[in-house]
T-cell receptor, first 115, second 113 residues
């Protein structure tokens, strides 16, 4: 079974630039999550999709972050403009069940450095 | 009320030792408590999980102990091996709806040969 695919693997940008991350979840997984993991901390949920719709974006800094999930499959997360404090690993995860939050499958993440 | 507190932040044990990682939660509505293991450069992977209707769950060398009244749960790794060196995250969520998974801050475990 193919896992969650993310790209790029690494990204270095200067502050105020924009950046986009891509995620392809496991086939058939209805729920997709974007997490931000700052060095030394646990993953923090940014946004959760159920098929095409957003079910939780309460911790997404909407003035600079945006995300979409087209056709209920792939997703992109964008930051515009980036700040120094956005330096982190951005993890995409997916899960099979529609109602429960049981097993999450994570990608390897995109490591973002904002200089 | 959504916090999950995890300790210790780091842990070093000898091979064969039994590292113990502790977590505490506040929200009594949580009913699913997974542990994730993360190796450098990789995303977290589910290791073992427990629901509050049992006090202990074992899978291989990994055991979760759960104390519902204290709102605490812990991970024990029996006969630890150098390959267990990783960062471990506890988490909690409420099933039955679109509730997010809340992660602890992580414990970096190093098992010395």
């Amino acid at each position: 079974e193919a896992g969650v695919a993310q790209s790029p693997r690494y990204k270095i940008i200067e502050k105020r630039q924009s950046v986009a991350f891509w995620c392809n979840p496991i086939s058939g997984h209805a729920t997709l999550y974007w997490y931000q993991q700052i060095l030394g901390q646990g993953p923090k949920l940014l946004i959760q999709f159920q098929n095409n719709g957003v079910v939780d974006d309460s911790q997404l800094p909407k003035d600079r972050f945006s995300a979409e999930r087209l056709k209920g499959v792939d997703s992109t997360l964008k930051i515009q403009p980036a700040k120094l404090e956005d330096s982190a690993v951005y993890l995409c995860a997916s899960s099979l069940y529609e109602i429960t939050n049981e097993k999450l499958f994570f990608g390897s993440g995109t490591q973002l450095s904002v200089l | 009320q959504q916090q999950v507190k995890q300790s210790p932040q780091s842990l070093i044990v000898q091979k064969g030792g039994i590292p113990i990682i502790n977590c505490a939660y506040e929200n009594t509505a949580f009913d699913y408590f997974p542990w994730y293991q993360q190796f450098p450069g990789k995303g977290p992977a589910l290791l073992i999980a427990i629901r509050p209707d049992v006090s202990e769950k074992k899978e291989g060398r990994f055991t979760i102990s759960f104390n519902k009244s204290a709102k605490q749960f812990s991970l024990h790794i029996m006969d630890s091996q150098p390959g267990d060196s990783a960062t471990y995250f506890c988490a909690a969520s409420k099933t039955g709806g679109y509730q997010k998974v809340t992660f602890g801050t992580g414990t970096k475990l190093q098992v010395i040969p």
